[in-house]
C-alpha cells in the first residue's frame, strides 16, 4: 500500500547516476541548502516571540517550556539533534515548471516519482523522525508554538523529535510554489531504500535523448520495475505541462 506520493526533481550528473545505481536518497545538512534561513530559525527567538503574542491562559504554560528548554542538558539536547539532522526534500506537484527550471537543470533533468508506505517509516523510525510537509509563513515556528505545543507539551524524547521536525520544515511565504515534503533524518548523509519504492520516472521537456538512453539502462541494469515518462507541452493551457508516457 502507498500511503505518500512524492516527487523529486533533480539534474542528471554523476551523483544522481551513483544514487540511481544504488536506490540512495542524500539527507543535506543545513549548510548545503539554498536558502539561507532554512533550517536556521532560532527556536527560543521563535518561542520567546509566540509567549509575547500569547493569551494570558497560554503564556505561563509556554513560559514553563521555555524555562525547561533553556535547562543545560535540555539544550544540549537540542543542540546534539540540531547538528546532525538531515533533510531530503520533495514536492507535492510533478508539473510545475517552476520546480523543472530551479531543481532539474532547465527542464533537461528528471523528476523521480516515488511512492512510501507508512510502514518505511515505522521500520526506520530509530533514525528517520518523519515526513512531514513544509510550512511557509511568516512566522510558522512562533505559530506552531502558540497552537500546537500547549496542548501536547510533555518535557522528553517525543517533545525534542516534533520540535526538530518543525523547525526543519519551516520556511518563508515566498517559497510557496514548491509544494514540498521533506523526510527528515537525524544523521546527514546517505540512505538506501528499497527500489520499490521509485514508481516512475519522468523526463524533462528538454531532456537530451543520449541522457534519456543513459537512464534507461541504469534501470534496466539494476533491476527496477518502473514507468517512464516525458513531460509535454499541454495542449489545454499556454503555460501547461503534462506527462506522456514513453
Known amino acids: 500500500m502507498i500511503d505518500y506520493v512524492i ?3 533533480r539534474r542528471i550528473n554523476e551523483s544522481f547516476q551513483k544514487s540511481l545505481e544504488n536506490s540512495e536518497l542524500y539527507f543535506a545538512h ?4 539554498n536558502d539561507p534561513f532554512d533550517c536556521r530559525v532560532d527556536i527560543l527567538d521563535s518561542l520567546d ?4 503574542s500569547a493569551s494570558a491562559s497560554k503564556r505561563d504554560q509556554l513560559k514553563g517550556l521555555c524555562e525547561w528548554m533553556n535547562d543545560s542538558v535540555n539544550i544540549n539536547q537540542l543542540k ?3 547538528e546532525n539532522v538531515g533533510v531530503c526534500s520533495f514536492s507535492l506537484e510533478l508539473e510545475n515548471t517552476l520546480m523543472w527550471s530551479h531543481y532539474a537543470d532547465n527542464h533537461r533533468g528528471v523528476c523521480l516519482n516515488y511512492g512510501f508506505p507508512k510502514s518505511f517509516f515505522d521500520d526506520t523510525k530509530d533514525e528517520v523522525l518523519g515526513i512531514v510537509k513544509v510550512d511557509y509563513g511568516l512566522n510558522p515556528l512562533s505559530d506552531w508554538f502558540l497552537k500546537e505545543v500547549f496542548k ?3 518535557p522528553c524524547d517525543n517533545f525534542i523529535r516534533s520540535l526538530i521536525k518543525k523547525a526543519f520544515t519551516v520556511k518563508a511565504e515566498l517559497w510557496q510554489y514548491e509544494k514540498e515534503v521533506r523526510i527528515v533524518r537525524k544523521n546527514a548523509g546517505i540512505q538506501t531504500i528499497d527500489k520499490q519504492f521509485l514508481k516512475q520516472i519522468c523526463f524533462g521537456l528538454a531532456t537530451p535523448d543520449t ?6 539502462n541504469i534501470i ?3 533491476g527496477y520495475d518502473i514507468d517512464l515518462f516525458k513531460m509535454t507541452r499541454s495542449t489545454s493551457t499556454d503555460f501547461g505541462l ?3 508516457e514513453l
Open 80 to 82: 546534539s539533534f540540531i
Open 152 to 154: 501536547k507539551y510533555i
Open 220 to 222: 534496466g541494469q539494476g
Open 211 to 216: 541522457d534519456i538512453a543513459l537512464v534507461k
Open 49 to 52: 516571540r509566540a509567549i509575547r
Open 242 to 244: 503534462e506527462p506522456l
Open 7 to 9: 516527487h523529486k526533481f
Open 30 to 33: 543545513p549548510d548545503q541548502l
